[in-house]
């Protein structure tokens, strides 16, 4: 079977059974600014052999191989109350993103109409208090606009107890298929008074409860044909990071490690290597021991995908050696290509403009071009999505169409009306005549 944990692996030169990547002990975080920082396999310091030598009694763990409590609770969508979209201003990278209440909603691929995300947010946990927050339900929440020319887009949490802020900055590699999302904890006190981890709800395949999750040089995850992959500058795991405890593969509301968390006196969830065929939550301990620099403390995620986890993994360490600065300047530059060529109005309206401009855009498929869907979300956000093929307003309307095509006419953008006038006759009309709802 692909993909157990057991499986050799190689990434540029990285082979070995179960092999965690080695990084440098200096210069290992990402700060959005090329620092300099080599790749792994240079200046090496082994973090395997640290986490056997390091022993903590602030967390205790159970190691099991499955979780239980499959298939879990049922997945939904969350709100479409969408703050921000984002893609790629080019057709080779075929990854879209949305955010809402200050995190990571659903990510498409390998198309405009199919989600692989329900939310990736971070877990704060006090080990003396034991007291567990999330950036979803216990920040206050704020979303900037970096750019006027840019789907560029930052949201900033800052704890509700005024304890911690979290400011998440997001970039899709205009190369390949990866979104990438640097990251900057500031704590009131010290970094090391916290747990900080990532709470990965994949919902691959428009679909939260049939997919597999389990670790092997990163969180991993799969339904059939399409695999997402998640790894960050420094490794997750309790080999780097002993005192908080190990990756755990769970069900949500059953066995997710944010579950168990929430549920126990001790401070300590389970450690499950594999959760089989379900609604999977993936959980892993964030570094705060290396790269604390004037109190605050900088990570960047990587999050690949493919049509297995082999080219979701290659594709996330592929993007991990370009760094964040590059993958952000060269996906801004596209967008700001793009914005150019827009006709100016008046001044007080032009980055409104802008904005309603690279939107539009942005919902254009980049294999079927011309399908421009009515929407990045499910309206309905509540509802289930273990319905396979739910795809809410990620459909491609013949009424709304119309007026796409009419506005990227508006604005100068007449390859893309002919693109989407193309669509609507040779592959939405019947051969009646009639064109469906969508």
């Known amino acids: 079977m692909e993909n157990r944990a057991s499986k050799v692996l190689t990434v540029n030169g990285l082979a070995g059974k179960n092999t965690v990547p080695k990084v440098s002990h200096r210069g290992t975080r990402d700060t959005g600014r090329d620092s300099g920082r080599k790749t792994f396999g240079t200046h090496t310091l082994s973090l395997v052999l640290l986490g056997f030598l390091v022993v903590s009694c602030h967390f205790r763990a159970v190691s099991q191989t499955t979780a239980p409590g499959a298939p879990g609770q049922d997945a939904q969508w969350l709100s479409a109350g969408k703050q921000a979209i984002g893609t790629s201003a080019n057709p080779e ?52 606009a970096l750019r006027p020319d840019s789907l560029s887009f930052q949201q900033i949490n800052t704890a509700k107890s005024g304890e911690w802020k979290i400011t998440k ?84 509301g059953a066995s997710d490690a944010l579950t168990e968390l929430r549920r126990s006196a001790s401070g300590s969830y389970s450690k499950y290597e594999r959760a089989e065929t379900g609604n999977v939550v993936q959980f892993a301990p964030v570094n705060l021991r290396l790269g604390i620099d004037e109190n605050f403390f900088r990570e960047t995620l990587y999050l690949g995908f493919g049509p297995n986890t082999e080219a979701a993994l290659m594709n996330a360490y592929k993007s991990r050696e370009k760094h964040f600065s590059a993958a952000l300047s060269a996906y801004d530059k596209g967008w700001a290509d793009f914005v150019r060529t827009l006709p100016k109005v008046d001044p007080k309206y032009q980055a409104q403009f802008n904005m309603a401009a690279m939107v539009i855009k942005a919902q254009e498929d980049k294999t079927t071009r011309g399908g421009n869907v009515a929407s ?61 709802q969508n």
Do not use: C
């Open 93 to 144: 990278s075929k990854v879209w993103f949305t955010l809402a209440n200050g995190v990571l909603t659903e990510v498409m691929y390998p198309n405009v109409q199919t989600a692989n995300v329900q939310m990736l947010q971070f877990v704060v946990v006090n080990p003396k208090t034991k007291k567990v927050e999330t950036e979803w339900d216990d920040a206050n929440h704020q979303i900037k």
């Open 169 to 252: 900055t997001y970039a899709v590699d205009p190369e390949r298929d990866v979104l990438l999302i640097n990251v900057k904890f500031e704590p009131k006190v010290l970094a090391n008074d916290f747990q900080l981890y990532v709470y990965y709800d994949p919902s691959i395949s428009n679909s939260g409860m049939g997919d597999s999750a389990w670790n092997a040089n990163g969180l991993l995850s799969r339904d059939g044909k399409i695999a997402s992959a998640l790894i960050a500058n420094t490794p997750f795991g309790e080999d780097i990071v002993p005192s908080q405890g190990p990756i755990s593969n769970g069900f949500f």
């Open 376 to 436: 990045l979300s499910v309206p309905w956000g509540g509802g289930g999505n273990g319905n396979e093929g739910g795809t809410g307003y990620r459909m491609i309307w013949s009424r709304d169409l119309y007026h796409v095509f009419t506005a990227f006419l508006a604005i100068g953008d007449k390859a893309a009306a002919e693109r989407a006038l193309d669509f609507l006759f040779k592959i939405q009309q019947k051969e009646d005549g009639s064109f469906p």
